[in-house]
């Protein structure tokens, strides 16, 4: 099938037909290859790609073909290459030029960074193709994208499902070469043990035999872990802090194991492209064993993408937002996205304290849009019935449109006996005044009268508002007169302001990924070293990197050294418990599930559940 033939001629003007006299197909052919062997390979290109539009019965077919290839490839255009490559390779497979087209292909799947697809058509090459100077150039790539261009991870995956002697051999060296160079003597010396025993091994049993001699008794270097935060830029505050706590860990690692642990350290600037950057500086980077950061959820979507091609393993500490981790598996969040929380709080206010409807006023943002229609939906799951929903848009501080109408949307529910959701929520502004007052008539000249009757037909009113949010919404709840429990995100974990409105949210519950319980000898010791070390309390932030840090140190403690050793002890699962939280991955899922529920009492924060 020449779709080739068919794009070229929806795209191109036919060189042909643009001459005062038009070329033939072998004319073309020689005026293009004249073109590609000086060099001018942007004409090389417009010709052939005349010539194949205009004679796809011609001779010089296949061979316009493979030099459109080769002059996309000069120019980097590889995707283009590989798709006029494979028309060649899969439409004419008995062409005197598919060797030429094989190793066009594989440059640029090189040139694309598609290593192994590259190898997988070099190595076809030099075991097939009769040409010498084609198997000499398939053998030298080989072995520099295997020596330049792999992580001892790909190599190692490449070496379990190859079966070419040759290529296992190189791999085999490179793979010891790289673990020498990264000092990971224990972990090479169990691969070269393993790879002795098997049956059949290759030339490299001797050369084997003398590196375990050369690493007898030798001490793994560092293990090193590469760390993408904000020290710079609008998340610096949180960057600082979580490196903060980054460093305690690893100092305190380091004053009582071995190997020690060594931090590389980039600069994300609260940008983007800078995360990208930070990340393909350190997947390059062959003794990393895994990556912390960044501190945002966007240029963690960002720096997973790279890291994860690369198969290291990396874990952002605060990161939010969900479907981070369907990137790859070998994306983390130790943080709990804000479904999770919402559909905690949820859980516990309808099977732990039994109430049965609700209300939810949140910011009219992605935040307040996610966390309430998780709550709502888990309401409506596990039995609870929403009432209504208000929003609200960003420096709002005046409530009284959404409060009234959440007040009148009570009264209405209690007296139309437990309609549904669908059928409250569509109600217009006419009907809900209409409804109301023929079942609760009014004076409506008295202002001041005319909350004096409690709204308490509503269980429990979840507010996921941000804590600036909170002065605001606290004294007009009052107000207003609307009595209910109320149930918070995790903004509302703010002792300070919390207290300066203690009378009007006395009793208030919500969900938090962090509680430092100060009766905890483990949280205290956190708290008197961070500040002899640092000369301030510690911050929630700091806390989760200091956690994050701690179970990393633990898996080099249980020596597990190599980003494929730690990336197999976090696929098995795990529930680590740190000071501010449980960090737990199963096999189900790569994002942190632990959350705590609070309660503010009487000034004072307290845990009602975990």
Same mark, same amino acid.
């Given at each position: 099938?020449?779709?080739?033939?068919?794009?070229?001629?929806?795209?191109?003007?036919?060189?042909?037909?643009?001459?005062?006299?038009?070329?033939?197909?072998?004319?073309?052919?020689?005026?293009?290859?004249?073109?590609?062997? +000086?060099?001018?390979?942007?004409?090389?290109?417009?010709?052939?790609?005349?010539?194949?539009?205009?004679?796809?019965?011609?001779?010089?077919?296949?061979?316009?073909?493979?030099?459109? @290839?080769?002059?996309?490839?000069?120019?980097?255009?590889?995707?283009?290459?590989?798709?006029?490559?494979?028309? &060649?390779?899969?439409?004419?497979?008995?062409?005197?030029?598919?060797?030429?087209?094989?190793?066009?292909?594989?440059?640029?799947?090189?040139?694309?960074?598609?290593?192994?697809?590259?190898?997988?058509? &070099?190595?076809?090459?030099?075991?097939?193709?009769?040409?010498?100077?084609?198997?000499?150039?398939?053998?030298?790539?080989?072995?520099?994208?295997?020596?330049?261009?792999?992580?001892?991870?790909?190599?190692?995956?490449?070496?379990?499902?190859?079966?070419?002697?040759?290529?296992?051999?190189?791999?085999? @060296?490179?793979?010891? /070469?790289?673990?020498?160079?990264?000092?990971?003597?224990?972990?090479?010396?169990?691969?070269?043990?393993?790879?002795?025993?098997?049956?059949?091994?290759?030339? /490299?049993?001797?050369?084997?035999?003398?590196?375990?001699?050369?690493?007898?008794?030798?001490?793994?270097?560092?293990?090193?872990?590469?760390?993408?935060?904000?020290?710079?830029? @609008?998340?610096?505050?949180?960057?600082?802090?979580?490196?903060?706590?980054?460093?305690?860990?690893?100092?305190?690692?380091?004053?009582?194991?071995?190997?020690?642990?060594?931090?590389?350290?980039?600069?994300?600037?609260?940008?983007?492209?800078?995360?990208?950057?930070?990340?393909?500086?350190?997947?390059?980077?062959?003794?990393?064993?895994?990556?912390?950061?960044?501190?945002?959820? *966007?240029?963690?979507?960002?720096?997973?993408?790279?890291?994860?091609?690369?198969?290291?393993?990396?874990? *952002?500490?605060?990161?939010?937002?969900?479907?981070?981790?369907?990137?790859?598996?070998?994306?983390?969040?130790?943080?709990?996205?804000?479904?999770?929380?919402?559909?905690?709080?949820?859980?516990?206010?309808?099977?732990?304290?039994?109430?049965?409807?609700?209300?939810? &006023?949140?910011?009219?943002?992605?935040?307040?849009?996610?966390? +309430?229609?998780?709550?709502?939906?888990?309401?409506?799951?596990?039995?609870?019935?929403?009432?209504?929903?208000?929003?609200?848009?960003?420096?709002?501080? %005046?409530?009284?449109?959404?409060?009234?109408?959440?007040?009148?949307?009570?009264?209405?529910?209690?007296?139309?006996?437990?309609?549904?959701?669908?059928?409250?929520?569509?109600?217009?502004?006419?009907?809900?005044?209409?409804?109301?007052?023929?079942?609760?008539?009014?004076?409506?000249?008295?202002?001041?009268?005319?909350?004096?009757?409690?709204?308490?037909?509503?269980?429990?009113?979840?507010?996921?508002?941000?804590?600036?949010?909170?002065?605001?919404?606290?004294?007009?709840?009052?107000?207003?007169?609307?009595?209910?429990?109320?149930?918070?995100?995790?903004?509302?974990?703010?002792?300070?302001?919390?207290?300066?409105?203690?009378?009007?949210?006395?009793?208030?519950?919500?969900?938090?990924? @962090?509680?430092? %319980?100060?009766?905890?000898?483990?949280?205290?010791?956190?708290?008197?070293?961070?500040?002899?070390?640092?000369?301030?309390?510690?911050?929630?932030?700091?806390?989760?990197?200091?956690?994050?840090?701690?179970? &990393?140190?633990?898996?080099?403690?249980?020596?597990?050294?190599?980003?494929?050793?730690?990336?197999?002890?976090?696929?098995?699962?795990?529930?680590?418990?740190?000071?501010?939280?449980?960090?737990?991955?199963?096999?189900?899922?790569?994002?942190?599930?632990?959350?705590?529920?609070?309660?503010?009492?009487?000034?004072?924060?307290?845990?009602?559940?975990?």
């Amino acid at each position: 099938m020449k779709f080739i033939r068919f794009l070229l001629l929806l795209s191109c003007t036919s060189i042909a037909y643009s001459q005062a006299k038009p070329l033939n197909e072998k004319e073309l052919f020689e005026s293009g290859l004249a073109a590609y062997r +000086s060099k001018l390979y942007p004409t090389s290109i417009k010709t052939f790609e005349s010539m194949i539009a205009n004679f796809p019965e011609g001779d010089h077919y296949t061979a316009g073909l493979l030099m459109l @290839s080769k002059s996309y490839e000069k120019m980097r255009y590889f995707k283009k290459s590989i798709t006029v490559a494979d028309e &060649l390779i899969t439409v004419y497979p008995g062409s005197k030029y598919i060797d030429d087209a094989l190793y066009t292909r594989a440059q640029s799947y090189y040139g694309n960074d598609d290593y192994t697809s590259a190898i997988k058509d &070099l190595t076809l090459l030099r075991t097939t193709s009769k040409e010498k100077h084609l198997q000499s150039r398939s053998d030298s790539l080989i072995r520099r994208i295997i020596q330049n261009n792999l992580s001892s991870i790909r190599i190692r995956k490449m070496m379990e499902t190859g079966n070419d002697p040759e290529l296992l051999s190189v791999l085999n @060296s490179q793979y010891v /070469t790289n673990l020498m160079s990264q000092k990971r003597y224990a972990f090479l010396q169990k691969f070269i043990d393993s790879s002795l025993q098997k049956k059949n091994q290759l030339s /490299t049993n001797k050369a084997f035999r003398d590196i375990l001699k050369q690493i007898n008794n030798k001490t793994d270097g560092p293990v090193r872990f590469g760390f993408i935060t904000s020290l710079t830029g @609008s998340n610096s505050e949180t960057g600082r802090s979580i490196k903060s706590g980054v460093e305690l860990a690893v100092s305190e690692h380091n004053r009582s194991y071995t190997p020690s642990i060594e931090l590389v350290i980039y600069d994300d600037q609260s940008d983007i492209i800078q995360a990208i950057h930070a990340a393909k500086e350190l997947s390059a980077d062959d003794g990393i064993s895994a990556i912390i950061g960044p501190v945002e959820s *966007s240029a963690m979507a960002a720096a997973a993408v790279v890291a994860d091609q690369h198969h290291i393993p990396i874990i *952002s500490p605060t990161a939010t937002k969900s479907g981070l981790t369907q990137i790859g598996p070998y994306v983390y969040q130790a943080n709990v996205n804000i479904e999770s929380r919402s559909e905690a709080i949820a859980r516990y206010a309808v099977e732990a304290l039994g109430l049965r409807t609700f209300a939810i &006023l949140s910011p009219s943002d992605l935040y307040g849009d996610i966390a +309430s229609t998780a709550f709502a939906q888990s309401v409506e799951k596990i039995g609870g019935r929403m009432i209504v929903i208000e929003k609200f848009y960003d420096n709002t501080t %005046d409530f009284k449109g959404q409060l009234v109408h959440l007040r009148k949307m009570g009264f209405i529910d209690r007296a139309l006996r437990q309609t549904s959701f669908r059928f409250l929520s569509k109600l217009t502004t006419q009907q809900v005044d209409s409804i109301y007052a023929k079942h609760y008539p009014i004076d409506s000249t008295s202002n001041d009268g005319e909350y004096n009757v409690p709204m308490e037909f509503i269980d429990a009113l979840f507010l996921p508002v941000y804590t600036d949010d909170i002065k605001y919404i606290a004294p007009q709840l009052a107000f207003y007169n609307i009595k209910t429990q109320l149930l918070g995100g995790d903004n509302w974990y703010d002792q300070t302001e919390l207290r300066l409105h203690q009378n009007y949210i006395n009793g208030v519950m919500f969900v938090s990924e @962090s509680f430092m %319980d100060p009766a905890n000898p483990e949280v205290k010791h956190f708290n008197e070293t961070f500040m002899k070390t640092n000369g301030i309390l510690p911050s929630r932030e700091a806390s989760y990197g200091f956690d994050l840090m701690n179970m &990393l140190s633990s898996f080099v403690q249980a020596g597990y050294y190599t980003s494929e050793e730690i990336q197999v002890e976090l696929n098995k699962g795990l529930a680590w418990n740190g000071i501010h939280n449980k960090i737990i991955f199963t096999n189900d899922s790569r994002v942190n599930s632990s959350v705590h529920i609070l309660q503010f009492s009487n000034g004072q924060i307290k845990k009602k559940s975990k």
